[in-house]
């Protein structure tokens, strides 16, 4: 097989959330094959979602990126392992221990125990999650993919709801916002706990400075993409590029694909038309990739150029070609 | 139901290792719950077998005991939970994670994850197990049946042998010794390991010193029983009584039913007729009761009373009769 011409962006940095943004970031990788490019990818995931379960450290994010690209992931949810069951779960619950909320399957949980035993010895998340991906990524894509934590340092997302049992006010964990109430319940701000005081992980502010093109993945704008820019410096980092960056909207017609994102677009940005998502990223995008579905709702998006395609990322094809578009649709 | 005539001792305290005391305990409630006997069992087992592995607190015997009594034991293997599967396992391997060689069933995670979270948290390890307790014994043997850690500070079991591989002579854990090496090496010494610096969890000595019959259970001297009696003070309490200690012997026409305890009897009492067996409990007990296949061998054994019984726990009846010989037949 003879390499093509070289026509990807030599290095590309994504950042990214879990389910839509892992199956954007898997069009990118089949893209990088099929053009025989070695292009290198670095995918920049939100860990504002990470929790503590059972004293166990899960990232829904980070490992939703692993497991899609290293083929391990339910392709029917869309997160967890495949061929998953859930006998720890069960007999956690038996045990009356709280919460029962949050499913860890029984593959999955080796995950979880491999890095808090690292975690605890010591190491940094970001070295943790280079240990676990020479599983996930490595085989399958050698050394032009790179996961990584946007942050070290504990950041948690919480969502200010009015509780539905007590009706008060107060701030969940996303996950419980999400997983628990599954997102019911209005929305009325977001605060990533702990991310003003977060520094980048090692090679996050590299990764966004050395890219040819940026991407932010088609993920929920409050809760994915907002804890990774609010780490110290990343936000300013993107501000501040001098190549492309392009958004893809992970809206079709207004609604999300998975997720609360519509939900949380219509609360707190008053909408859920391209320009309400194009104002999410005020001063950081250069493009936004929007559904055909929308493409009569392209008002209001000032100095962003919209890109219209078919958004929806069933299967490969579909990935590949949206990741086509977000990579050469954007001015070189 | 009426109640019928109160046979049994009031307050019988059983030390115990792993399957056969598990097994020997399950004979002791069935007679109870026959005997309409409102005894009060109280097990004191050892925690020499513990171990950490993956970053979580395993306790073998203790979840031996709870999980027989609870009628949770796969009952083939001995150890460990019924219907048990082992994806955890399989993906802690696919890892590469060591060790690989102890294996920690899904439904079997769930109770280490609550022990370590709970340890984690300060509470020490007779607390945890009376938590754990709640679900195994609570419900099946309502208040007669309490299960004790020997300590709530860490001992573990070391044997001494020459690595396989190495040739060298080194102390191994004694998981490693059992499962790792099958027992197949020769065990030169044993060392409880942090046993002369632990002291007995609340309520063990009060339950020797409270008991009206002590019974060493049908489990290794060396490493379930001898790891009890070296926390300070258990030996001392055991060799002071004022009422009688009974034992059962592991061995059947010297051999193990399960566990190396025949190989450590031989190399280390330097033989496996009851004599040996007693030998290992000098001053300690007042009878040994011993299978009905070494009545031509019960030379040697001193002041201690031989009684001779039919020792293998095939099924509940062979548990309750073993019981039933243990608990009588002694000097009242």
């Known amino acids: 097989m003879t390499a093509a011409p070289r026509e990807l962006p030599p290095k590309v940095t994504v950042l990214s959330g879990g389910v839509g943004g892992a199956r954007f970031i898997q069009g990118v990788q089949r893209l990088r094959e099929r053009t025989g490019s070695d292009t290198e990818i670095t995918v920049i995931a939100n860990t504002g979602d990470d929790i503590w379960l059972h004293g166990l450290k899960v990232c829904p994010d980070l490992d939703t990126v692993m497991y899609t690209l290293g083929d391990g992931i339910d392709t029917d949810?869309?997160?967890?392992?495949?061929?998953?069951?859930?006998?720890a779960k069960e007999e956690l619950a038996a045990y009356g221990v709280e919460p029962t909320w949050f499913g860890l399957g029984d593959r999955d949980l080796a995950t979880h125990l491999v890095r808090t035993q690292m975690l605890d010895a010591g190491y940094p998340l970001s070295a943790v999650t280079e240990a676990l991906c020479r599983r996930w990524l490595a085989p399958a894509h050698g050394q032009g993919l790179r996961l990584l934590p946007m942050s070290d340092d504990r950041v948690?997302?919480?969502?200010?709801?009015?509780?539905?049992?007590?009706?008060?006010?107060?701030?969940?964990?996303?996950?419980?916002?999400?997983?628990?109430?599954?997102?019911?319940?209005?929305?009325?701000?977001?605060?990533?706990?702990?991310?003003d005081k977060a520094t980048p992980a090692p090679g996050v502010l590299e990764a966004i400075a050395a890219a040819d093109l940026l991407v932010i993945a088609p993920s929920n704008p409050y809760v994915s993409i907002a804890?990774?820019?609010?780490?110290?410096?990343?936000?300013?980092?993107?501000?501040?590029?001098?190549?492309p960056c392009v958004a893809v909207s992970p809206l079709i017609s207004g609604r999300a694909v998975k997720g609360p994102a519509d939900q949380m677009l219509a609360t707190l940005a008053g909408g859920t038309s391209p320009k309400h998502v194009a104002?999410?990223?005020?001063?950081?995008?250069?493009?936004?990739?929007?559904?055909?579905?929308?493409?009569?709702?392209l008002e209001g998006l000032g100095?962003?150029?919209?890109?219209?395609?078919?958004?929806?990322?069933?299967?490969?094809?579909?990935?590949?070609?949206?990741?086509?578009?977000?990579?050469?649709g954007v001015p070189a």
């Not at 997302?157 to 319940?185: C, K, L, M, N």
């Not at 950081?284 to 929308?294: N, P």
């Open 77 to 87: 949810r869309g997160w967890g392992r495949k061929d998953e069951t859930w006998h």
């Open 156 to 195: 948690e997302t919480h969502i200010v709801i009015d509780d539905p049992e007590s009706g008060e006010r107060r701030a969940v964990h996303f996950q419980e916002y999400w997983i628990r109430h599954q997102a019911a319940v209005p929305a009325h701000s977001v605060v990533a706990i702990g991310a």
């Open 227 to 243: 804890p990774i820019l609010a780490a110290r410096g990343i936000r300013d980092a993107v501000a501040q590029r001098s190549v």
């Open 279 to 297: 104002r999410c990223y005020e001063g950081l995008i250069d493009a936004l990739v929007v559904d055909e579905s929308d493409v009569l709702d």
């Open 303 to 328: 100095s962003v150029r919209p890109i219209v395609a078919r958004t929806l990322m069933r299967d490969a094809d579909a990935r590949r070609r949206l990741a086509a578009t977000a990579l050469g």
